[in-house]
């Protein structure tokens, strides 16, 4: 138990001398300690999630013993002590992002409270509404907090942004006809720290009479010449300059001077009538 009074420690340990037992309880911020019968006799119980739990690791089979030390709660387990707060990993939102965190209280034993949290979150940053966070200013840093009978009882840090350094796709395209270029959006800032654009579309657009955007969301390029995508997440977008490049000439050595049908492939190909794979295909099936 600590000098005050406010804190009863239950430990178990392996491998230890009343010695080491000793200065390990007096780390822990124990100012008095009541040592018991070890070895196989050495069981740790708890309350885990409504039920009860053996919590330390037994060696062999757990051993009956006909006396224990048991710490009960008398509290109130309706009144909520402690919250929690998960909306996933990463916490930096670009300008106009919303999410919707998952929010519960907890009472002493850590069980669900279903009585109802206020989630709050620092003004510097956005708004709440019916429980989903609306991200409207820059912050370097702000506060997302779970509050009860005007309390703070959880909290997370979260910053906002409206700059995005790197888009995660090319700086610059340049393909053939037919040719198709991914472009997977993961938004970061200069630092590589991942910006969550939560509730807000990524919008792909192509200028120019050069390709367009596929099912994917890739570009793909449909004639020659030069144009851009756009990219617009919310407010903030960014331009990708696209070069499609003329097809090359497909030629043939291949038609020997005796082949039957030379003038008439020739013939073709002077024309235009045959191009690229589409000639190479044609060409064989007249072989």
Request: proline share 3%.
């Amino acid at each position: 138990m600590s000098r005050d009074g406010d804190e009863v420690f239950m430990v178990t340990v392996d491998n230890m001398n009343l010695m080491d037992l000793a200065r390990h309880m007096r780390d822990l911020g124990a100012h008095t300690a009541l040592n018991f019968d070890g070895g196989g006799s050495t069981t740790l119980v708890g309350l885990e999630q409504g039920d009860l739990r053996v919590l330390n690791s037994l060696p062999g089979s757990q051993r009956s013993v006909p006396s224990t030390l048991q710490v009960g709660f008398t509290g109130d387990r309706n009144t909520p002590i402690q919250g929690t707060i998960d909306f996933g990993s990463g916490n930096q939102f670009l300008i106009g992002s919303s999410f919707t965190p998952d929010v519960s209280l907890l009472n002493a034993l850590g069980e669900a409270v279903s009585t109802r949290a206020d989630l709050n979150v620092s003004s510097s940053i956005g708004t709440v509404e019916g429980g989903t966070v609306h991200v409207n200013s820059v912050a370097s840093s702000a506060r997302i907090f779970v509050e009860h009978g005007g309390e703070e009882l959880s909290g997370r840090t979260v910053r906002s942004t409206d700059t995005i350094h790197d888009w995660g796709v090319p700086t610059e395209i340049t393909v053939g006809v037919d040719e198709r270029v991914a472009l997977d959006v993961s938004p970061k800032d200069g630092e590589g720290t991942r910006i969550r654009h939560d509730g807000l579309d990524v919008e792909k657009e192509v200028v120019g009479n050069v390709g367009r955007i596929d099912s994917r969301g890739r570009f793909a390029a449909t004639r020659p010449g030069e144009g851009e995508v756009t990219i617009t997440i919310g407010e903030v977008s960014t331009t990708i300059p696209v070069v499609v490049e003329e097809p090359q000439a497909f030629e043939f050595t291949d038609v020997s001077s005796s082949h039957p049908n030379r003038e008439a492939i020739y013939f073709g190909v002077d024309r235009g009538f045959f191009q690229g794979i589409q000639m190479a295909h044609s060409v064989r099936a007249m072989m």
